[in-house]
């Protein structure tokens, strides 16, 4: 008897695009792939369908009439931990960097593959839901305390307030403890494609994650720069 392939479980999607054509054929590919998705041409409508309904992912234009994406990821992360997806026409790095900073986490630059945009969906929503991998155990180190199947992290009891991405960042780190971890290499654990990605986002996520854990960026205590080799998680004492 041949048994059916199990198919990824459905997505919801907000897709925030003020260009009718391209938002048409994006949802139109995503629904044929198993995506919910609901489209909204402005920033502030956008932020408005977020409070409202619960979705598994936002993808969000840049170049966006009234508030520009920019601005409603930033506004959308101060209240949320959706994943976001960055769908920008500015190939400047300081753009991606700057969403990157403010909270997304991913980008995807114009013009994209819907291919790709599907890819990247199913990799921010799986590390979301926890599921980026096989059942692992809960890791301590020191005061932290990393919970995979929960996708929580604490520290010295305060719960931390981590997105998808960072929290799997940070559960690579600290399951290899007191290791130098590239960035190529923290990309791959976390789910992503090195190929695809640039030094500096990494950096922001890092960084980010550092803020977060209490860390002085300048003289880190848990989460440590190895200059030119990466970045590796120390205990109380290392």
Same mark, same amino acid.
């Given at each position: 008897?041949?048994? /059916?392939? @199990?198919?990824? %479980?459905?997505?919801?999607?907000?897709?925030?695009?003020?260009? *009718? #054509?391209? &938002?048409?054929?994006? !949802?139109?590919?995503?629904?044929?792939?198993?995506?919910?998705?609901?489209?909204?041409?402005?920033?502030?409508?956008?932020?408005?369908?977020?409070?409202?309904?619960?979705?598994?992912?936002?993808?969000?234009?840049?170049?966006?009439?009234?508030?520009?994406?920019?601005?409603?990821?930033?506004?959308?992360?101060?209240?949320?931990?959706?994943?976001?997806?960055?769908?920008?026409?500015?190939?400047?790095?300081?753009?991606?960097?700057?969403?990157?900073?403010?909270?997304?986490?991913?980008?995807? /630059?114009? @013009?994209?593959? %819907?291919?790709?945009?599907?890819?990247?969906?199913?990799?921010? *929503? #799986?590390? &979301?839901?926890?599921? !980026?991998?096989?059942?692992?155990?809960?890791?301590?180190?020191?005061?932290?305390?990393?919970?995979?199947?929960?996708?929580?992290?604490?520290?010295?009891?305060?719960?931390?307030?981590?997105?998808?991405?960072?929290?799997?960042?940070?559960?690579?780190?600290?399951?290899?403890?007191?290791?130098?971890?590239?960035?190529?290499?923290?990309?791959?654990?976390?789910?992503?494609?090195?190929?695809?990605?640039?030094?500096?986002?990494?950096?922001?996520?890092?960084?980010?994650?550092?803020?977060?854990?209490?860390?002085?960026?300048?003289?880190?205590?848990?989460?440590?720069?190895?200059?030119?080799?990466?970045?590796?998680?120390?205990?109380?004492?290392?």
């Amino acid at each position: 008897m041949i048994q /059916p392939v @199990p198919s990824e %479980p459905l997505v919801t999607a907000l897709l925030v695009e003020d260009d *009718v #054509r391209l &938002a048409a054929l994006t !949802a139109e590919y995503l629904e044929g792939h198993g995506v919910v998705v609901t489209r909204v041409a402005d920033g502030a409508r956008g932020l408005e369908e977020a409070a409202r309904h619960r979705h598994d992912v936002v993808l969000l234009d840049l170049m966006l009439p009234g508030k520009d994406g920019l601005e409603v990821c930033r506004e959308l992360r101060s209240r949320s931990d959706v994943p976001i997806i960055i769908l920008t026409a500015r190939g400047e790095e300081a753009d991606r960097v700057m969403g990157l900073e403010l909270g997304a986490d991913d980008y995807l /630059p114009k @013009p994209f593959s %819907p291919r790709e945009l599907l890819a990247r969906i199913r990799a921010v *929503v #799986r590390r &979301a839901r926890g599921r !980026a991998g096989p059942p692992v155990q809960v890791v301590q180190v020191g005061d932290l305390l990393v919970d995979p199947a929960a996708r929580k992290a604490s520290l010295a009891g305060r719960e931390l307030e981590l997105t998808g991405y960072e929290f799997s960042l940070l559960y690579a780190l600290a399951s290899r403890a007191g290791r130098v971890l590239s960035r190529e290499q923290l990309i791959e654990l976390a789910g992503g494609n090195p190929e695809e990605a640039f030094d500096r986002s990494v950096d922001v996520h890092v960084s980010r994650l550092r803020s977060k854990l209490g860390d002085d960026p300048k003289h880190p205590r848990l989460l440590k720069t190895v200059r030119g080799a990466g970045y590796l998680l120390a205990g109380e004492g290392g």
